[in-house]
């Protein structure tokens, strides 16, 4: 949320960052729905009355009312008399697992700050939503949120950007160093590129960045901060869009966080997190990505929870825990040393190569998957299984002096 006395000085430099829009989905536990899922439009509309009573909405923005138009997939929704933006609550009359979606919109969760902080005198962040949401009658988590950082005033241009995308001249890594092998395309207009996107807005994505100039976006739809627009030399933001299993982890790095105070850094960290600009041929971060590096904080880095092809994690899974091969490795050391094990895994990968013949069914599969899973960077996609595992097991491994904690391969 922006104002003029933030920007008064129009040729100054500026980072600014901050959540453009959220959906949370919170759906309520067995428990909460007990014997009666025939009622779940009963209990659906009670729960949708206290989400508004949490979140204060009938106080700053008048009576709940039935909407016409809901969230994709959803059949009941409602607004306020009084919120000018799209904002809903809704939820299917009849699928109960698809809970009750809190959408703002990005101009809805503006007006909803302003008003809030106006009548309160104190303001309101994601954070603060999420945690007055979070209640153990239902689970709750992100599905969608909005991460922007605006440049105000820096030397920044978005046709800048895609052409020395284009030419090779910029590259995109990860806080690792991966590099990221993301489609690259743009809306042009006389092939000067007006708004860049990197990555896909598809259903199966998890994150996409948006660059664009906001200035111009503002100015030319008269938007809600046109008078910011018009106060400043330049304003390009940088908007990263995270969904699905990359939204549901930063449910709970958010809600971990310590204070409100801490979100902004957070939110820098991840926007650079996936989406570092590098300038090949310096071997440098560029301005605008070394800005949020300087500015962010450290947090726990996202994983993909879900990676392509479940069969193949499952497999990398059993190897780990059930398969009896770190058993096996275990018993050869403890008889005849760990020069015995380094035979073994020899033997076995001499085996492997010479002797063994894949059967028709890991064909097909090969043949289903391959051109899926070859895109990505396998360092890092196994780095993301081992991580998934470590995860679904951390309840039941338990941390004590006589057993270290899990040491990082990529410190080795």
Known sequence: MYNLTDLQNSDKQSLHVNTDEISIVIQPTAETIGEYPSHWQQIAQELTEIIAKKLSLPLLCGMMQLEKMAPKGYTTAYGFENMPYFFRIAFHDHYINMGIIVKFSASALSFYQQIFQEFYNEPIEVYDILQRLNEPDWDMHLSRIDFCADYFNFPLS?????????????????????????????????????????????????????????????????????????????????????????????????????????????????????????????????????????????????????????????TVHYMLKGSGFFPLLRKVEEIWGVNAVTILIKRLLFEYEFNYVPNPDLNIWLKKNLLELQVLDFEEYLESIIEIFYKKNASSSKVTAKKPRRKDANKL
Do not use: M
Request: hydrophobic share 30%.
């Open 158 to 314: 978005v046709n800048d950007i895609y052409q020395n995308l284009k030419k090779n001249k910029f590259t995109i890594v990860t806080s690792k160093g991966k590099k990221r092998h993301s489609k690259t395309s743009a809306i042009e207009i006389n092939r000067e590129a007006k708004t860049v996107t990197i990555g896909s807005r598809g259903k199966g994505t998890n994150s996409f960045l948006k660059i664009y100039d906001k200035k111009a976006e503002q100015l030319e739809n008269n938007g809600r901060y046109a008078q910011v627009a018009q106060n400043v030399e330049s304003w390009i933001r940088f908007e990263v869009t995270y969904k699905k299993e990359y939204a549901r982890q930063l449910t709970k790095l958010i809600l971990e966080l310590p204070s409100r105070d801490s979100l902004q850094q957070f939110i820098a960290n991840k926007i650079v997190e996936k989406y570092c600009l590098v300038d090949i041929e310096s071997n440098r971060i560029t301005e605008y990505s070394q800005s949020l590096l300087d500015f962010s904080s450290y947090s726990l880095p996202l994983t993909l929870l879900s990676p392509r092809n479940n069969e193949l994690i499952q």
